[in-house]
């Protein structure tokens, strides 16, 4: 079964500095802008944004 361009793997980067990063997938018909999700960054040790990079 091939994968599905509908829900491509991304890539979630923090926006901390750090360089840590996040790979999940999206549904791109639910979220066409970028997406950006709160999540725990544990080289910052706190909840910082991650924003998806291309």
């Known amino acids: 079964m091939a994968r599905s361009e509908l829900r491509p793997v991304i890539k979630l980067r923090s926006t901390a500095g750090t360089g840590y990063a996040y790979v999940t997938r999206k549904n791109r018909r639910n979220d066409p802008d970028r997406m950006v999700l709160r999540k725990?960054?544990?080289?910052?040790?706190?909840?910082?944004?991650f924003r998806e990079e291309r």
Not at 40 to 49: G, L, M, N
């Open 40 to 49: 725990y960054d544990p080289v910052a040790r706190q909840h910082v944004d």
